[in-house]
């Protein structure tokens, strides 16, 4: 059940779903939810805003909609302030609490703590002005972690102060993407910044992350006059050629990074629980679990792969920056001068060769060759027993052969 302390969701959601009915795009959900907030409101009224007392005159948008609704007040000295109206706290009997709760959870905030609301008095003191923590002068680079079509959770790159960025097209931008911000204005609220503006560009710069490569563990060498590889009774090619000349090479084991997951409980796995819900239809619900573990930590590589996964169905476009995202941060570990194998037996290692081959797969059915082709070839030079057939691939990318769906 829900508490005082934690508002019903499904309550925030019906009346979102009752407000936002007629409206087809943001800029008219919006205004929906201004009016209604307006018409709601009585004021002048009393309300705290970082934990001071003013009172709240006006409610509208500054012209800027992805800075959404803004809440002009007045301190106790008679100076004018504006704030985002999400930054305002109202006491619960309030006409307005549940549609500003429902506004905040329209922005992906949480909703308001009643306990602190309920606590609204005017004690003396100044109203503390909202930090101007960053020079909206400048291009501000920042690291999503995680996005929505409405907002992304981002790290200020270089001193990982969280922002949550509202901007359009953000669904164009994967975890792990820095992104290069106009910006256009902020707010400070419970201890977190908020920015609106407009993104420049996006890169994947993962040397620039500040992140702990990914260990590797050498597990023994590898030669390719024994074993198995040669017993497949096929004509060496070319690849197989290049991998023969080298000679032996020292085997690695990658490091493999889940946060959460229980290596003891065969079920405590999220990653397995993300792809149920993808193979049962509920996309949002996978995703939702992957770009969590992306937000506590970026190198879990095969969150990246699966959220490519999601994305493939659609667009190879869209899915290749997953992937490729993976591949940066994996490499990280790697070095420029890397010759070793990593062998699909050692199953840490399948996140990076899922990597590659999701991008492979992406370059060849954007029939973009001779990337395509680069991709594959390393693959089996990574994992010449080539457990993933991608020899298969390779020789179809070099005929120029389309991809065709299995």
């Not at 020292?250 to 493999?256: A, C, N």
Request: some cysteine; proline content about 5%; aromatic content about 6%.
């Amino acid at each position: 059940m829900p508490t005082r302390e934690q508002p019903s969701l499904d309550r925030l959601n019906a009346v979102l779903d009752e407000l936002l009915a007629g409206a087809s795009e943001e800029q008219e959900e919006v205004w929906a939810l201004l009016e209604a907030i307006r018409e709601a409101m009585k004021l002048p009224m009393d309300v705290m805003v970082v934990d001071h007392p003013v009172s709240l005159v006006a409610i509208d948008t500054d012209g800027d909609l992805l800075s959404g609704i803004t809440a002009r007040c007045v301190d106790n000295d008679g100076h004018e302030h504006q704030f985002s109206l999400a930054a305002i706290r109202v006491t619960p009997d309030e006409p307005g609490h549940e549609l500003i709760n429902a506004y905040r959870h329209w922005l992906e905030l949480d909703p308001l703590d009643e306990g602190r609301a309920a606590q609204l008095s005017r004690p003396e003191g100044e109203l503390r002005r909202v930090r101007r923590e960053l020079d909206l002068s400048q291009m501000i680079d920042l690291v999503l972690v995680r996005f929505s079509s409405q907002a992304a959770h981002c790290r200020l790159l270089g001193d990982d102060r969280d922002i949550t960025l509202r901007a359009d097209g953000l669904s164009r931008f994967v975890p792990g993407h820095v992104l290069t911000v106009r910006p256009k204005s902020q707010m400070e609220s419970d201890e977190r910044l908020y920015l609106s503006g407009e993104v420049a560009s996006a890169r994947i710069d993962a040397a620039a992350l500040g992140l702990t490569p990914l260990e590797l563990s050498p597990v023994g060498e590898w030669n390719p006059a024994e074993g198995e590889w040669l017993g497949r009774g096929e004509a060496l090619e070319g690849w197989a050629e290049a991998i023969m000349a080298r000679g032996s090479r020292q085997v690695f084991e990658m490091e493999q990074v889940v946060p959460g997951r229980n290596f003891t409980d065969p079920f405590g796995d999220p990653i397995s629980e993300s792809t149920e819900l993808r193979e049962s239809g509920d996309l949002a619900g996978a995703g939702e679990i992957l770009q969590g573990l992306l937000e506590e930590d970026l190198r879990c590589l095969d969150a990246h792969v699966h959220l490519g996964h999601l994305d493939y169905r659609f667009r190879a476009d869209w899915a290749l920056p997953h992937y490729e995202v993976g591949i940066r941060i994996a490499e990280l570990s790697l070095g420029a001068d890397f010759d070793g194998l990593l062998p699909w037996e050692y199953t840490q290692n399948r996140p990076f060769l899922r990597s590659l081959h999701g991008c492979g797969t992406c370059l060849w059915r954007l029939e973009r060759w001779e990337e395509a082709e680069r991709v594959f070839e390393r693959l089996l030079w990574l994992d010449p027993d080539d457990f993933m057939s991608n020899r298969f691939s390779l020789a179809e990318v070099q005929t120029r052969t389309a991809w065709t769906k299995p």
